[in-house]
């Protein structure tokens, strides 16, 4: 049944004098059009991550340029601003709970507009103290960020505009949340809820903004260093599948070359006997790459770089040279 299948399919070839030199150059495009196909595709992939990999290196260098986290301190400073984060937005959940509360003293009507407005000035007023308080923590300390050296003096105006901002949040605070503790406890409304509303409206802002000032410190360095870490990674996985493509393309175009000779040998076989029962001379294949699987395999190699290297931009090429050595082996 196979040799029916070449006799038809490849017709052609059996009645030509030259049949079997004319086949080897069939099987060579063969393989020179799957190779290629599927190489083309995979060095396209290639040269999309080195230029990734070119762009992630352009900007590690550029990041390297601004403070970096040490690795031994990586583990304790990320420990650390976790533990911060954590801290403000308790700090931030807890004062704007009890400004939605004291807030809504302020909305004398109900309905969907009073709780939205109480909700949205619970918010500004939460936010709004936290960042003023962290400002004038950090103008009074004036810590250096890591890494960094401090190069200019308290800001004395700025201080004292910022403490006068505070002092008119912590009345506020101690004004609305009187407010609603008489509309909650009647009476003189200094009782234990107004009271501990007051405590924590007053001291909530100043914990949070002192810790988002510390917090500061590292940020930043650790974000920069965060970065790095991440393209870094990216690269290595680039490279990982560079490799990867590389590879596969070796295996590939090796395969597929060694099942174009293997069709050639056995259309060699049956156009041998074709010649034999048509009385034709056999032909004379000895200066023709078709007569050894070396010369054939170097020939295909030949021509798989030849095409590449025309088509494609710096093609990632596999090591065909080396098939021939494999071979021997």
Sequence with gaps: MRHLYFRLKFKQWFINHHGIQAFAEHCINWFLIHSF?????????????????LSSEQKIDELTKYPMI????FSDIRGKIRLYA??????????????????????SFKGVLAELGAFFTALLITFAAIYIVE????????????KQTITRKRDIPKII???????FYELLIFYIAK??????????????????????????????GYYAYERSIYVSAFKNTNNIFRLREINIKAKEKIIQNTE?????????????????????????????????????????YSSTESKYKQEGSRRYFAKINNLLPNPITPDLHLIEHEQAI
């Excluded at 040490?70 to 301190?73: R, V």
């Excluded at 954590?86 to 909305?107: D, P, R, T, V």
Aim: with cysteine; proline share 3%; aromatic share 10%.
């Design 37 to 53: 196909r599927f190489s083309s595709r995979r060095n396209r992939i290639n040269q999309t991550l080195e230029h990734k990999i």
């Design 70 to 73: 040490d690795p031994d301190e």
């Design 86 to 107: 954590s801290i403000i937005m308790i700090c931030i959940l807890g004062e704007a709970f009890f400004n939605y509360f004291a807030a809504k003293s302020i909305f």
């Design 135 to 146: 400002l004038l923590i950090g103008e009074v300390l004036l810590k250096p960020r890591y």
């Design 161 to 167: 505009i910022l403490f006068i901002l505070f002092i």
């Design 179 to 208: 407010i609603r503790g008489l509309q909650i406890e009647g009476a003189n409304g200094i009782g234990i809820i107004s009271t501990a509303m007051i405590i924590l409206g007053m001291l909530l802002p100043v914990v949070a």
């Design 248 to 288: 596969s393309i070796k295996n590939f175009v090796q395969e597929k070359l060694q099942d174009s000779w293997a069709i050639l040998q056995e259309f060699i076989v049956y156009k041998n006997n074709y010649n034999s029962i048509n009385n034709i001379e056999p032909e004379n294949l000895l200066d023709h």
